[in-house]
């Protein structure tokens, strides 16, 4: 969310059905040699809960507390983790600002796809770093949308990341936070940092149709959408161009997609 409260993406089923495929192996690969049996782990901005879920499984018997600001989607959470039978996984909803914890309560403090979308993402790693015990580690990582790459490129498809940009930067995010992360965390006051780079790609016929719904999908049906008009940024006839343009490269043989991503992992002192 940015500090004003408005979270870009919104949580329309184009835009879950993103949340709901990510795990720990495919989206904090980073982070997995500081999951060890025993850690408190605290997972910012965790939606439906399936990385908090999988880092639940991996720290156990220590414990994992989901935080998220849309009480809706923490119901969710909680149903997949009983679903997995996962015990050792709570679910809160919380500011990432003003974190209703003590000082220094946590071995890791995680964000995925969060700093991104904030306001103050500097303040809001200066509250993950006080939550966070000495010692232990405060990692994020966020996507890059200037280095998104794709391939063939319709015509219809290209308006759809200027316009994206004039949503998320209205709403006072960043969408190019994977380059900023390294520089964030410095300001936040964190020195012992670790920076890396990964990426999605979807390139199967399989991923490419179900990337084109959620992407596609979400510049017609989600608040990105909705923003978008609202703001005369597109009218309805540009986002269903749009449209159309993720669905002409999902259908294309040789269609392809990559995503990169910035990680951080900032040992506190």
């Given at each position: 969310m940015s500090e004003s409260g408005a979270y870009t993406h919104g949580h329309h089923p184009t835009v879950l059905s993103s949340h709901r495929w990510r795990t720990v192996e495919n989206s904090a690969a980073y982070l997995v040699e500081h999951l060890r049996p025993g850690a408190r782990v605290l997972d910012v901005g965790c939606g439906p809960g399936t990385i908090t879920v999988g880092m639940a499984e991996r720290v156990a018997p220590?414990?994992?507390?989901?935080?998220?600001?849309a009480e809706e989607v923490l119901r969710e959470a909680v149903r997949f983790a009983a679903q997995r039978r996962v015990g050792n996984v709570a679910f809160v909803t919380g500011d990432v600002y003003a974190l209703d914890f003590p000082d220094d309560t946590f071995d890791v403090v995680h964000a995925h796809q969060v700093l991104q979308h904030l306001a103050d993402p500097v303040r809001a790693l200066r509250e993950m770093r006080r939550v966070c015990q000495p010692g232990g580690v405060v990692a994020a990582r966020d996507a890059d949308f200037g280095t998104m790459a794709w391939y063939p490129e319709p015509p219809g498809m290209a308006a759809w990341l200027p316009v994206y940009y004039q949503v998320a930067r209205g709403n006072g995010g960043e969408p190019d936070a994977g380059r900023r992360l390294v520089s964030w965390a410095?300001?936040?006051?964190?020195?012992?940092?670790t920076a890396t780079a990964s990426s999605w790609s979807f390139a199967t016929p399989e991923e490419r149709r179900w990337w084109s719904e959620s992407w596609g999908g979400r510049m017609v049906s989600s608040a990105v959408a909705d923003t978008a008009v609202a703001r005369g940024h597109a009218t309805r006839d540009d986002l269903r161009?749009?449209?159309?343009?993720?669905?002409?490269w999902a259908a294309a043989e040789d269609g392809w997609f990559a995503v990169a991503h910035g990680e951080i992992v900032c040992r506190v002192g």
């Open positions: 220590g414990h994992v507390t989901g935080l998220d600001a410095r300001r936040a006051g964190l020195t012992d940092i161009r749009i449209h159309r343009g993720w669905q002409e």
